[in-house]
């Protein structure tokens, strides 16, 4: 966008919601903007070839860009045809996080978090912000406009006696349409990241205006509107729902299913509009993964895709070590015994974060809760959508909720078994004794064997099945200790070498586990990262 004073490039200056000249610092309201900077284009394939206004240069564009900037002479184009007909935005929140607010809010994240790449911290690397509309679809749903029937019921104790008194309720929506609810409308952008930094302010938004690109890069829709109608239905009937619960008086509601109450408030999708929200984004690239630092442009909430480094991991890891050899020495009589369950009580620990940070993996990997990723090839969409929708279901359902929850009361009263047998006035002497041994690994063994089938569970849905043989291993470290405790063998290698087999165990679980979290928290390359030509130098915009 050229300065109508010098014919230099025009970007938007956050700090004063102006479009500001890089050369001569001429200031211009976004309205009073008149160029014209759309490009000269036409399609071929996937891509957009376009002709720069400024320099005559042939250029090339990736499909979904919106934005774009000169290799040879920075002229910045908006290109009109990937935003044409319903994916044109309507309206656009501008940036009001600016470059310099944005590092801060990074810097203090950052501040106390163990194992960070030292990149992460460098200044340079953390200059490298850049700003990006994101497009999202905003969405309208309306309801009935008259007053209709809902069962209600109020229940409470006055004095010796319990009352409870039924209703009928005469309701009616107070607005008869919901409007502005957003969804991530880029296949390049993550929905769980979208709803990390969520939600937007609408009170900033406005009607969207070319200049409100300059310096910035944006992309055009490549997500069907239609993909999140069911969730846009949903939400709406629940807010509207909620309004009617606020004007009852504390009566309770006696709701139907989801389905029915779409049908009672006669939800009806009605249209959908195109946005622009504004994210700064921060690309860390290593092996052709990325992991992306990501700020809401506008509230500043911030969320770090963080791998962890492997050396400061063992470091500190060493140090732990240390300090809990020193403090066992200090307090326990480490026996052999004593070793044998506490070694595989480590086991179990490890055992317990493997198998949370493998469930993680495993939806990320397979898009669970990303509706938005796009397959190019339709079985592969259809198989992997199949796919998305067992492993939601699974997530969501009954059997998955009682599973988890046996699991913690398997835990609380197993580890709190160990923490009584341990504290309590047998005990010392029992707590490094044959029987204590006996008692704790057998325990151990039982926790540990349900863990070994929920970590099964969640294996055979990952890309890389080497998590069945750690799972494995860990599981025949802990039954080996036991076998060595019932055994009651008189030399005492016998327990130390199974203490040794257990702390293997949960070290090569450990280093997988690293392993796995740096893959969870990176991704593969996107487009994002090799957007060049914008106001990337700028120290403050």
């Known amino acids: 966008m050229k300065c109508p004073s010098c014919g230099g490039m025009l970007y938007f200056d956050i700090k004063n919601q102006r479009l500001k000249c890089r050369n001569c610092d001429t200031v211009l309201e976004v309205d009073d903007y008149q160029g014209d900077n759309s490009a000269d284009e036409y399609l071929l394939e996937d891509a957009r070839l376009y002709t720069c206004k400024n320099c005559g240069a042939r250029l090339v564009s990736a499909s979904e860009e919106a934005v774009t900037y000169c290799s040879y002479c920075g002229s910045e184009m908006i290109l009109e045809s990937s935003m044409a007909g319903e994916k044109h935005p309507k309206f656009i929140i501008p940036f009001r996080i600016s470059k310099?607010?944005?590092?801060?809010?990074?810097?203090?994240?950052?501040?106390?978090?163990?194992?960070?790449?030292?990149?992460?911290?460098?200044?340079?690397?953390?200059?490298?912000?850049?700003?990006?509309?994101?497009?999202?679809?905003?969405?309208?749903v309306s309801f009935r406009?008259?007053?209709?029937?809902?069962?209600?019921?109020?229940?409470y104790t006055r004095g010796r006696y319990d009352y409870h008194e039924e209703y009928k309720i005469r309701a009616r929506i107070k607005d008869q349409g919901i409007y502005g609810l957003p969804y991530d409308a880029s296949r390049n952008f993550?929905?769980?990241?979208?709803?990390?930094?969520?939600?937007?302010?609408?009170?900033?938004?406005?009607?969207?205006?070319?200049?409100?690109?300059?310096?910035?890069?944006?992309d055009s829709p490549n997500v069907d509107a239609k993909l999140y109608e069911e969730e846009v239905l949903n939400k709406a009937t629940d807010a509207a729902i909620q309004d009617i619960k606020r004007s009852t008086g504390g009566i309770n509601l006696k709701l139907p299913s989801q389905k029915k109450r779409q049908e009672l408030l006669k939800a009806r999708y009605e249209d959908e509009d195109?946005?622009?929200l504004p994210v700064w984004f921060l690309t860390w690239k290593k092996n052709n993964r990325v992991a992306y630092a990501v700020v809401n442009g506008q509230t500043g909430r911030i969320h770090i895709d963080l791998p962890a480094d492997t050396k400061q991991f063992i470091l500190y890891t060493l140090a732990g070590t240390a300090l809990l050899f020193v403090l066992l020495s200090l307090f326990v009589s480490v026996t052999s015994r004593f070793v044998i369950w506490f070694a595989a009580l480590l086991v179990y620990?490890?055992?317990i974060r493997y198998h949370k940070e493998l469930k993680e993996i495993r939806d990320r990997e397979n898009h669970v809760f990303d509706k938005g990723y796009l397959i190019t090839d339709?079985?592969?969409?259809?198989?992997?959508?199949k796919k998305r929708s067992r492993l939601r279901n699974k997530a969501n359902s009954l059997f998955g909720k009682i599973g988890t929850v046996a699991s913690a009361v398997l835990a609380f009263f197993g580890i709190g078994f160990l923490i009584i047998f341990a504290l309590s006035g047998l005990m010392y002497d029992e707590l490094v004794s044959q029987t204590g041994a006996i008692a704790m690994t057998f325990i151990i063994l039982f926790l540990q064997a349900f863990r070994f089938v929920k970590t099964l569970s969640v294996t055979r849905y990952l890309k890389n099945k080497r998590s069945f043989l750690f799972a494995l291993i860990a599981l025949g470290s802990v039954i080996y200790s036991f076998l060595v405790a019932a055994g009651e063998p008189v030399q005492d290698?016998?327990?130390?070498?199974?203490?040794l087999i257990c702390l293997?165990?949960?070290?090569?679980?450990?280093?997988?586990?690293?392993?796995?979290?740096?893959?969870?928290?990176?991704r593969p390359l996107p487009s994002f990262y090799t957007r060049k030509g914008g106001n990337d130098s700028a120290k403050e915009i």
């Open 100 to 140: 310099s607010q944005c590092k801060k809010i990074y810097e203090k994240e950052l501040k106390n978090k163990l194992y960070v790449p030292d990149e992460f911290k460098d200044p340079e690397f953390i200059d490298r912000f850049r700003p990006f509309y994101i497009p999202y679809w905003m969405y309208q």
């Open 145 to 155: 406009d008259d007053e209709f029937d809902l069962d209600g019921y109020l229940s």
């Open 190 to 218: 993550d929905d769980t990241i979208a709803e990390q930094i969520a939600p937007f302010n609408k009170k900033d938004m406005t009607d969207y205006k070319p200049g409100y690109l300059a310096g910035m890069y944006a």
């Open 274 to 276: 195109a946005l622009f």
């Open 349 to 351: 620990i490890v055992s």
């Open 378 to 385: 339709q079985e592969d969409l259809e198989m992997s959508e």
């Open 493 to 499: 290698w016998w327990y130390y070498l199974g203490g």
């Open 504 to 522: 293997s165990a949960a070290s090569l679980m450990a280093i997988d586990l690293i392993t796995r979290y740096n893959e969870a928290s990176t």
